[in-house]
């Protein structure tokens, strides 16, 4: 009977894993949906920004104390997890610290003293993270789209890693043959006199409690992670790779216009001379993007990357003026009605079924759109290397080309430059007519 709990604990393993693995899947298969994008190019540079940026925490430290709690809490978070793999063997095996066995008792007693003290420092900086939300309330998490849901993820998450951390450290405080080893118990140590007087079997069982508690609570947050804004811990390191290494500002030219515009110049110009075979026989594809399906597929990851931590939008001037812009609104509008399409296809056998309803007007409004001064902003705040403008510039571009949506300004503009080759409702033959005056 001995090998029971190696049972139970393969099967909860592999449950874990696998639904952690079905929401991999769905969710590469969502941002699927969107179009294709070459990003072969500047591998060396994209490689250099995922370990700057995702790995080196570079943006974080922008703002110098949120960005010292972060790195606490993603160093010590993800360093103590490599206490993880010893638990799995130990579970699989029937062992207990199997770490001791391969390792000398020194360095396994520095390692886990180091553990131990990574896991007091992501205490403190949760408990300031929860300061900062619910007590100081800070203004960029008060605003109008990080009510319910979104709120009580952000504290939900805080609320893990104390479980979890305090778990570890009861655990190593419990055991009794850990304590009397003298080595790595820098903390537990101090926690240990908390439950003196209790039997040997008593101290056992809550060491074993707080170690199954403690490896079920990792896989309950592993797959948490998919329906929560902390599924940038996984993404953060694609999302910086595909990230834009364009110049910011740069703005994508449409083939389809290229070619019209390189007939309206020279009507004996050839558009297709460089496109594919066959190219000039597709039926033109829509213009801009009304719905996610439109939207590349480095758009759809950055959705699903984005954090939630409202630095886009309290450096956005449109917003900080009191328009209803909001960069990550957009970006969590986006990741919901992605999900909300994952789901129909989930209910259609993998076929999706027009619901009536788009990003565009259901979710995002053209207030939004046109609130926006594409000053680059929210992109340069991103520390994942989220572009909230792109998104915004292809329904933008949908407005315009697809619906004539333009605002009155922008139309009169738009035809001053058809007709006068410029933006001012002036010829060009009375352009110089004011130095006359």
């Known amino acids: 009977m001995d090998y029971i709990p190696n049972i139970l604990f393969a099967i909860v393993l592999v449950l874990g894993i696998g639904y952690f693995t079905r929401n991999v899947r769905k969710l590469i298969r969502n941002i699927k949906l969107g179009k294709e994008v070459d990003a072969s190019d500047n591998k060396k540079e994209r490689w250099k920004n995922m370990a700057r940026i995702a790995l080196g925490q570079s943006k974080m430290v922008t703002r110098p104390i949120a960005g010292f709690l972060h790195i606490v809490v993603y160093v010590g978070f993800i360093i103590i997890n490599i206490e993880v793999l010893e638990i799995i063997i130990d579970g699989l095996a029937g ?3 199997i770490g001791l066995k391969v390792l000398p008792e020194s360095i396994y007693g520095f390692l886990i003293g180091s553990f131990e003290i990574l896991a007091v420092l ?3 900086a949760v408990v300031a993270f929860w300061l900062r939300r619910n007590v100081i309330k800070l203004k960029r998490f008060l605003s109008a789209e990080m009510k319910g849901w979104p709120k009580n993820d ?3 998450i805080l609320y893990f ?3 979890l951390m305090c778990l570890f450290l009861v655990m190593n405080a419990t055991d009794t043959p850990f304590q009397e080893m003298g080595h790595g118990n820098i903390i537990s140590q101090f926690i240990a006199p908390w439950f003196e007087g209790m039997s040997e079997t008593t101290l056992h069982t809550i060491e074993r409690s707080a170690w199954w508690l403690h ?8 797959n948490y992670l998919y329906f929560s804004k902390h599924l940038h811990i996984i993404l953060a390191f694609p999302n910086t790779y595909y990230g834009s290494v364009e110049p910011k500002g740069k ?9 019209e515009v390189k007939l309206m110049m020279d009507p004996n110009a050839d558009p297709f001379a460089a496109a594919p075979e066959g190219a000039e026989d597709e039926v033109p594809e829509k213009f801009g993007a009304s719905d996610v399906m439109d939207l590349n597929q480095i758009q759809l990851l950055n959705a699903y990357t984005c954090t939630e931590c409202g630095r886009c939008t309290s450096a956005c001037p449109a917003n900080l003026t009191g328009k209803k812009l909001s ?3 957009i970006m969590m509008d986006t990741r919901d009605r992605l999900e909300e399409v994952g789901k129909n296809i989930d209910a259609n ?12 007007g259901d979710y995002i409004t053209n207030e939004e759109l046109w609130a926006c001064t594409t000053c680059n902003a929210c992109v340069e705040e991103c520390p994942v290397s989220i572009n909230p403008l792109s998104i915004i510039l292809d329904m933008r571009r949908y407005l315009v080309m697809e619906q004539s949506a333009a605002p009155m300004e922008l139309n009169n503009m738009m035809t001053n430059i058809e007709n006068n080759g410029a933006p001012w409702p002036y010829n060009q033959m009375d352009r110089l007519n004011w130095k006359d005056e």
């Open 122 to 124: 992501v205490l403190v």
């Open 349 to 360: 056998n993998g076929e999706f079924k027009d619901d009536g309803k788009q990003l565009l």
């Open 95 to 97: 062992t207990h610290r």
């Open 327 to 329: 960069p990550r609104k």
């Open 251 to 259: 703005f994508n030219n449409l083939e389809a216009v290229t070619n």
């Open 154 to 156: 952000g504290n939900i």
């Open 215 to 222: 490896i079920v609570g990792i896989l309950v947050f592993l």
């Open 161 to 163: 890693e104390v479980v």
